[in-house]
Nanobody, 116 residues
Framework: HVQLVESGGGSVQAGGSLKLSCAAS????????VGWYRQAPGQEREFVSR???????TYAESVKGRFTIARDNAKSTLYLQMNSLKPEDTAVYYC???????????WGQGTQVTVS
């Protein structure tokens, strides 16, 4: 049974920081590409960042230079350090794991980030 459990969301003022975590179980985490997406109210889910299986890291232009993705394979945990947060970063943030040709196979339940 695959589980991805996000934590670390919350409310913060503009310019502040948050660190999201995503604990994975039921998968061989070290073999999977992993990533973060977000969905703001009334908008479609959008890509934030990912780490491919070969270690390649990609960021959305909107978060480049402010967010940092990292993984700890020993802990089967994915992280997203978010600095210099803006109100437009307000969204539900989802972690995803194990990339296929059509996208990620597994998704977490999401964690709310609110920037005021």
């Amino acid at each position: 049974h695959v589980q991805l459990v996000e934590s670390g969301g919350g409310s913060v003022q503009a310019g502040g920081s948050l660190k999201l975590s995503c604990a994975a179980s039921g998968i061989i985490f070290s073999s999977c590409g992993v990533g973060w997406y977000r969905q703001a109210p009334g908008q479609e889910r959008e890509f934030v960042s990912r780490i491919r299986g070969d270690g390649t890291i990609t960021y959305a232009e909107s978060v480049k230079g402010r967010f940092t993705i990292a993984r700890d394979n020993a802990k089967s945990t994915l992280y997203l350090q978010m600095n210099s947060l803006k109100p437009e970063d307000t969204a539900v943030y989802y972690c995803a794991a194990c990339m296929s040709l059509t996208g990620f196979l597994y998704w977490g339940q999401g964690t709310q980030v609110t920037v005021s």
